[in-house]
């Protein structure tokens, strides 16, 4: 957090999403222990590189909805921390990385990216949900 990079130039940081591998490694890791149920939180960091993951605990008894007080206190702390909500992480144990129905409805942060993590294919996707239109976002893992 010390040095952040300077991604001025990075024109178009909407359609990229840029992950560490180190980060990305620790989402598949705890999406493996949450399942068969769906791990799920907050990526946060800068434009549109993530920086830090806060993991949300899920109340959802299938897909994900985000603990409501747990939620907002991580949005405070990733605040506190300077820095910005880059999107939101969420596992499909059994499904591959594509946006469910459920997803599509929830449609709750039309700001944001999400990253969806497949344990089935494996494969790691992004999007932007807005009003039940899905648009995929690149994922650069660095
Ligand atoms: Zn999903």
Redesign the pocket.
């Known amino acids: 957090m010390a040095h952040r990079p300077l991604r001025k130039g990075l024109s178009g940081f909407e359609a990229v999403l840029v992950i560490p591998e180190s980060l990305l490694d620790g989402i598949l890791a705890s999406a493996r222990s949450g399942a068969p149920r ?1 791990v799920c939180g907050w990526l946060a960091g800068e434009g549109g590189r993530v920086e830090r993951i806060y993991a949300v605990p899920n109340v959802a008894e299938s ?2 909805r985000m603990h409501p007080e747990a939620q907002l206190s991580t949005m405070r702390e990733i605040r506190e921390a300077s820095l910005d909500l880059v999107g939101t992480y ?1 596992s ?1 144990p059994r ?1 591959p990385a594509r ?2 129905v ?2 599509l409805q929830l449609g709750s942060y039309p700001d944001c990216l999400h990253l ?1 993590v497949s344990l089935v294919e494996p494969a790691v996707r992004a999007f932007r949900i807005s009003g039940g239109t899905v648009r995929d976002v690149e994922v650069v893992v660095e």
Request: proline residues 9%; aromatic residues 10%; hydrophobic residues 20%.
């Open positions: 769906e897909g994900f969420h499909h499904t946006p469910s459920r997803d969806i």
